[in-house]
DNA sequence: TTGTATGTACAAGCAACTTGTACTTTATTC
DNA sequence: GAATAAAGTACAAGTTGCTTGTACATACAA
């Protein structure tokens, strides 16, 4: 069952206008596409240095990258 | 050992410029004191959640709070 | 259809967080 | 200085929840 997540939207939202699949993006953060997958489904969250990575990776900033107005 | 740790040194920071005590914010987040502790000493991270609420009590960014510039 | 790339489901193992308790430090008052 | 209270710290135990491997599903081209 598909869990609602702004985070996990956002993560996919961005990755997908970089042109990148799931599994590039977890090279970038040294870890598998399960991870990137449950990330964007809503099964696990990533920790702040992981959102860190993300909001370099994509150019914007954490409040952006999680959803924050 | 006290790990170093600057999103810990800057709870503190933010903490004390609001005057607060360890136990009065951590009762903000629905924790104990011994939570706030182990952030400012960088025994445990808060999750995003949990940076997220500390963001709002400080009136600060999440980048900010941790120190990304 | 067959093959390939991409994404998903899920259990197991593991890493790391939260709490309770006791202890220590700091500040204040006598 | 001693005594007290408030504030902060240490740490083991229990718990939560993240990461991975594998198998399966989906999409799409040849």
Chains 1, 2 share one sequence.
Do not use: C
């Not at 596409?33 to 860190?52: A, F, Q, R, W």
């Amino acid at each position: 069952m598909k869990k609602e997540n702004k985070i996990g939207e956002n993560i996919r939202t961005y990755r997908k206008s970089m042109g990148l699949t799931q599994e590039q993006l977890a090279t970038f953060l040294q870890g598998k596409k399960s991870l990137v997958s449950n990330y964007e489904n809503g099964y696990s969250t990533p920790d702040i240095y992981t959102l860190i990575a993300l909001a370099d990776i994509f150019d914007v900033t954490i409040d952006e990258l999680v959803g924050r107005k």
